[in-house]
């Protein structure tokens, strides 16, 4: 199956379900960039509480065009995010594993938010081992044809995923599983088990 979906930071398991399951990824590069979406925010699980990493970004207006936006990166928000990463993961059985790669991927300047995340989509997609071929629009389509499915704004909750019923695993901190965390959470807790775990995952989205 090919789908056609919009590029997230750090996208949780219900995206990464989606491209598990997938033939072909169309990534959605002319859509304008929307405030408060996942495009340029996850949410990862602390000891205290699911805690929320948002990307910084100059004049996103409604409107502007998403490959056009750009990252401010006058509060070094990398550095920031990397440090929250290592006190929710560090920890975690697999972190050691990942964490040279994703730091490395994260922390490398880049201009705009779209080339941030297709950077972090390309790494992960790797460690996962996920092998769905991955290719960016070259042009904006209100509608796609009967091959591809359109999962643009599709994905947009976290702690209740309309669309995917996901297998539990252990993770870090507490007792109650916390669904649908950003793709960090499982990588770092199930390491190579992770992709089965995705396949495992039931999907509204694309199982018809």
């Known amino acids: 199956m090919q789908v056609l979906i919009d590029l997230h930071y750090f996208p949780n398991l219900e995206y990464f379900t989606v491209i598990a399951k997938a033939d072909k990824v169309y990534i959605e590069k002319f859509e304008n960039f929307q405030k408060q979406s996942f495009r340029n925010r996850c949410f990862i699980k602390t000891a205290q509480k699911v805690d929320r990493l948002t990307v910084?970004?100059?004049g996103a207006n409604k409107g502007r065009p998403l490959r056009k936006v750009k990252i401010d990166h006058k509060d070094n928000f990398a550095i920031k995010h990397w440090r929250s990463i290592v006190t929710a993961y560090g920890r975690s059985p697999y972190f050691e594993y990942y964490e040279e790669e994703i730091k490395n991927v994260l922390t490398k300047k880049v201009d705009t938010l779209f080339e941030l995340?297709?950077?972090l989509l390309a790494s992960i997609t790797k460690l996962l081992g996920i092998k769905t071929e991955i290719e960016i629009t070259k042009t904006f389509e209100k509608e796609t044809s009967d091959e591809i499915l359109d999962l643009r704004n599709k994905i947009t909750k976290t702690d209740?995923?309309?669309f995917t019923k996901q297998q539990a695993y252990i993770q870090v901190?507490?007792?109650q599983?916390?669904?649908n965390?950003?793709?960090l959470d499982l990588l770092f807790c199930e390491g190579p088990n992770a992709l089965h775990i995705l396949k495992s995952n039931s999907s509204k989205l694309i199982e018809r």
């Open 181 to 183: 965390l950003s793709i």
């Open 177 to 179: 599983f916390d669904q």
């Open 56 to 58: 910084p970004v100059e």
């Open 173 to 175: 901190f507490g007792e």
């Open 160 to 162: 209740s995923p309309t």
């Open 117 to 119: 995340n297709m950077n």
